[in-house]
């Protein structure tokens, strides 16, 4: 499965993506779109991008689960931040969403539910 970069609000972005678990999203006026990150997968970006993927990032507290790592030269999962076990890349969920019948399934209706329902929204009105 591939980490793709999604835009906030669109839910499912590439069906290569699980899809089930935090997703992680940039803000549609950031740097990763001029760039054009949105459906790209996060491992083959290098330093430089990252750093400009990591400012866009829409919930930086939530969805930055990447770090460079000098020795593999490349992108790679921060699994000490426990955010990265419940992401839609952890290997729990991953293996979850390519086994458990109607899982993935399941997890394209939510995101696709909380898209067109702008979902985000109601929860955060005052």
Not at 46 to 67: C, G, H, Q
Not at 69 to 83: A, E, G, H, L
Not at 103 to 122: E, T, Y
Request: glycine share 6%; aromatic share 12%.
């Amino acid at each position: 499965m591939e980490t793709v970069i999604k835009l906030k609000g669109n839910g499912v972005e590439n069906s290569s993506a699980t899809n089930t678990g935090t997703s992680v999203e940039v803000t549609a006026d950031s740097r990763a779109i001029e760039m054009k990150f949105v459906g790209c997968d996060v491992l083959t970006l290098n330093p430089s991008e990252l750093e400009a993927f990591k400012e866009s990032l829409v919930d930086k507290s939530r969805m930055d689960l990447y770090i460079w790592s000098t020795t593999s030269n490349r992108v790679v999962f921060d699994t000490s931040n426990m955010n990265y076990w419940i992401s839609e890349y952890s290997p729990i969920l991953s293996w979850s969403s390519e086994n458990i019948g109607g899982f993935r399934a399941f997890s394209v209706f939510h995101d696709k539910w909380m898209a067109n329902w702008q979902i985000g929204k109601l929860a955060n009105r005052k």
